[in-house]
């Protein structure tokens, strides 16, 4: 595609429920990174995929998020037992490689824990 | 672990007039790379412009213009006859080298930048 994009647009759940987000990167792009901007914390670093395997989950900030990429494209992120403190715009970026220094975002997906 | 720093929450600029957004940095290292993203209200993060630290060298894109001081470690956005499309929030970012095993961005605050008609 002609850029990063990413779905659903806009997300409401219910605190304790799950939730799974899309990111489909640049066609060839081979790495891929998540994101969270939310008002307290400003943007944070998740996790990076190159390839399908994650070198780096170290801001992931808890055992009930976790990531996976499958065929080296699509990732989801899942959030098991969403806590208000969720809440929160994620940001999905893609690079032609893990070296390359351009990280190229899509819209993101912004996620309403009621 | 890598900080970045940007002093101004908010500003505000008549059309037309030319504009500077602040942006410090911490780290040890000697290369790396440093980024300017712009955030319109449609959410959508876009690379205003990049400098890798190697190059003395300020990169310019169009309007938009760096001002990269190594030493004191100052990465400052000049954007130039302002236009109403320039309203956003701009985000300063900085990321270690290919191959440090660290390839994720290290955010600032942002700073809003309203263009007045």
């Known amino acids: 595609g002609a850029g990063v994009s990413q779905s659903p647009s806009n997300k409401v759940t219910e605190k304790g429920k799950d939730v799974e987000l899309r990111c489909d990167p640049i066609?060839?792009?081979?790495?891929l990174y998540w994101y969270r901007q939310s008002l307290g914390q400003g943007l944070e670093f998740l996790i990076y995929?190159?390839?399908?395997?994650?070198?780096?989950k170290s801001g992931l900030p808890s055992d009930r998020f976790s990531a996976e990429r499958t065929g080296g494209s699509v990732s989801t992120l899942t959030i098991q037992r969403t806590q208000q403190e969720d809440s929160a715009v994620y940001l999905c970026?893609?690079?032609?490689?893990?070296?390359?220094?351009?990280?190229?975002f899509g819209p993101g997906t912004r996620l309403l824990v009621l | 672990a890598q900080t970045v720093t940007q002093s101004q929450p908010e500003m505000s600029v008549q059309e037309a007039e030319t504009v500077t957004l602040s942006c410090t940095y911490d780290?040890?290292?000697?290369?790396?790379?440093l980024f300017w993203y712009k955030q319109p209200p449609s959410r959508q993060m876009i690379l205003v412009i990049r400098?890798?630290?190697?190059?003395?060298q300020n990169a310019t894109e169009n309007r938009f213009s760096v001002n990269f001081q190594k030493a004191a470690k100052s990465f400052s956005l000049k954007i130039s006859d302002s236009q109403l499309g320039d309203t956003a929030m701009y985000f300063c970012?900085?990321?270690?080298?290919?191959?440090?095993?660290?390839?994720?961005?290290?955010f600032g605050t942002g700073t809003r930048l309203t263009i007045i008609p």
């Open positions: 400098q890798e630290a190697y190059k003395q």
């Open positions: 066609s060839g792009h081979t790495a």
């Open positions: 995929f190159q390839g399908n395997s994650a070198p780096d």
């Open positions: 780290t040890s290292e000697s290369n790396y790379y």
């Open positions: 970026a893609s690079s032609l490689w893990s070296n390359q220094e351009t990280q190229y």
């Open positions: 970012a900085f990321m270690n080298p290919p191959g440090f095993g660290n390839e994720k961005l290290t």
